[in-house]
């Protein structure tokens, strides 16, 4: 079982920053990727951003230059810095984590997501 725990959303104001941290936890072998995506009402989940083995990173058009995704792997844990917040970033971000875990005499990958934590951006 792996547990992905997001935290750090919260009303701020156009030009403002924040900081998203996501935690994953449980009997996990290895991590691959771990990503932050947006969703706001009537609209699918979006990429804002992934960073894969090897510190690749990715990042959605419209955050790039704004947003720096980054890990700490000793804690299983990726932060999101957002920067110069604008209205149109307002959306519930979810943090996915695709983990490698112990299955009896092998392993499996699969993903996971947290539970999603709301970034408000207005004056």
């Known amino acids: 079982q792996v547990h992905v725990v997001e935290s750090g959303g919260d009303l701020v104001q156009p030009g403002g920053s924040l900081r998203l941290s996501c935690a994953a936890s449980?009997?996990?072998?290895?991590?691959?990727?771990m990503a932050w995506y947006h969703q706001t009402p009537g609209k699918q989940r979006e990429l804002v951003a992934s960073?894969?083995?090897?510190?690749?990173?990715n990042y959605a058009d419209s955050v790039k230059g704004r947003f720096t995704i980054s890990t700490d792997n000793a804690k299983n844990t990726v932060y999101l810095q957002m920067n110069n917040l604008k209205p149109e970033d307002t959306a519930v971000y979810y943090c996915?984590?695709?983990?490698?875990?112990?299955?009896?005499?092998?392993?499996?990958?699969?993903?996971?997501w947290g539970q999603g934590t709301q970034v408000t951006v207005s004056s």
């Open positions: 996915y984590v695709a983990v490698t875990t112990p299955q009896g005499r092998g392993v499996m990958t699969r993903g996971y």
């Open positions: 449980g009997d996990i072998f290895s991590i691959n990727t």
């Open positions: 960073i894969a083995s090897g510190d690749i990173t």
